[in-house]
Structures are given as C-alpha cells and as structure tokens.
C-alpha cells in the first residue's frame, strides 16, 4: 500500500534537503566501496556493496524527492500569500527582481549628493555633475521597496508553515 503523508511546505522544503544529502552520501559511499584494491588475497577487503541494492536505495529517494517536490510547486502556485494578489511562486520571483533593482542600482543612487562640482586639471575650469532625480526621494523609494520586501518574506514564511501538503 501508498502510504499518504501530510505535513506542511515548511517541513517539505526541509525533507528536500534532507533527501538531497541523503542521495549524496549515499553515492559518496558507492565511489568509496564499488572496488577493493589488494596485493593478495589475504589483503582484500570486501566491503558490504551491493549495485542493485544502491540502485533501489537511490530509486526510492529519487521517487520521494518528485512527489515532494510535486506537491511543493502545485502549493507554490497556488497559495497566497497575502500581499498583491501575489502566490508563494509569485512572492518568490518579485524578491528576486526589487532586490536586483535595490542592490545593483538605487543603493548607489541614493547615497550621492544632488550637486557636486570638480576641478578640470586640463583647462583650469569647473566640472559640474547635477543629479536629474531626488537622492531623498530614491531612498523612500528603496525604503517602501525593503519594506514590501518583508511582508513578502513574512507572506511566505507563513504560507509555508500554515500550508498542509500530502504527497
């Protein structure tokens, strides 16, 4: 018989990882035990190896693995999360793309000052660089993004430990 479990995404995201270390190990110990190396008879060691039975082991995991994720990806699309309209997935793909957009661009931006001036060493005359935006207003802009950040954050981590899933 299928045995059904049911726990929630938080637990299945960790059994993932679990299972992922347990592949891992599993063919980390199949490199080391698949051959023995010896001068003599005497000398050979015989390790507790068997290929099918290490394929099985690994079958059953990999089985594991595709429901759990199965179930994880149909929750992650589904689920809301509390913030827009937006689903765990959606939640997800919008951190992704408001700290791109903080991280490699507005940080920067809000920390420079509107009007700074140089010296041209060349000609002796003045160089002007004018910012065409408001550094305050970036920074309350990056500051409303951070915090749409942690509600999306805070969304997700509910969703995951409040979501049953059964695979």
Same mark, same amino acid.
């Given at each position: 018989g299928v045995m059904i479990m049911e726990i929630? *995404?938080? %637990? @299945? *995201?960790?059994?993932?990882?679990a299972i992922d270390t347990e592949m891992s190990e599993v063919m980390t110990e199949e490199r080391n035990k698949c051959q023995t190396v010896y001068r003599t008879v005497e000398e050979k060691i015989v390790y507790d190896y068997n290929f099918d039975q290490t394929r099985e082991i690994l079958d059953g995991l990999r089985k594991e693995l595709l429901l759990l994720k199965r179930a994880i990806n149909k929750a992650n699309n589904e689920v809301q999360i509390g913030v827009e309209d937006y689903t765990i997935a959606d939640g997800l793909v919008m951190m @992704?793309? =408001?700290?791109? %957009? =903080?991280?490699?661009? *507005?940080?920067? /931006?809000g920390r420079k000052e509107e009007r700074t001036s140089q010296v041209d060493m060349r000609n002796d005359s003045v160089i002007y660089t004018e910012l065409l935006y408001d550094p305050k207003q970036c920074r309350q802009y990056v500051a409303n993004r951070r915090e749409l950040l942690a509600k999306i954050q805070l969304? =997700?981590?509910? @969703?995951? *430990?409040?979501? /049953?899933i059964s695979y």
């Open positions: 929630c *995404l938080a %637990e @299945a *995201l960790k059994r993932v990882k @992704a793309l =408001i700290n791109k %957009e =903080i991280q490699y661009h *507005l940080d920067s /931006m969304g =997700i981590d509910r @969703a995951n *430990l409040t979501t /049953m």
